[in-house]
């Protein structure tokens, strides 16, 4: 059975760094797109990143756009979210996801597997 677990979250002040990480365990196909989505309270979840299955092709959110990079290691079954000049408002709660397909994709509904999510703060 396939698991996503992703770690890396915690505080930071504004302008600030953080690597998330995501493992696929159970994980022996990796011809699998992922994915990152991130949801704050009150509000809908959102498309940050998404990388496909051979890490050539990658999808970065608007809000994402020139601070954010995805990155995978399929060696290892792991991607990686790079984020930098964090500001207050990306705190939230941080998902990794698997999607259908190979491809990535913006697309919520692309995605069959979730992680439990990990908490980015970001603090002014």
């Known amino acids: 059975q396939v698991q996503l677990v992703e770690s890396g979250g915690g505080s930071v002040q504004a302008g600030g760094s953080l690597r998330l990480s995501c493992l696929a365990s159970?994980?022996?196909?990796?011809?699998?797109?992922m994915g990152w989505f991130r949801q704050s309270p009150g509000k809908e979840r959102e498309f940050v990143a998404a990388?496909?299955?051979?890490?050539?092709?990658?999808r970065i959110g608007d809000a994402a756009k020139g601070r954010f990079s995805v990155s995978r290691d399929t060696g290892k079954n792991t991607i990686f979210l790079h984020m930098s000049n964090l500001k207050p408002e990306d705190t939230a709660i941080y998902y990794c996801?698997?999607?259908?397909?190979?491809?990535?994709?913006?697309?919520?509904?692309?995605?069959?597997?979730w992680g439990p999510g990990v908490q980015v703060t970001v603090s002014s």
């Open positions: 159970g994980r022996t196909d990796r011809r699998y797109a």
């Open positions: 996801a698997e999607a259908f397909g190979g491809s990535p994709s913006e697309d919520f509904f692309d995605y069959n597997l």
């Open positions: 990388i496909g299955w051979s890490g050539a092709s990658t």
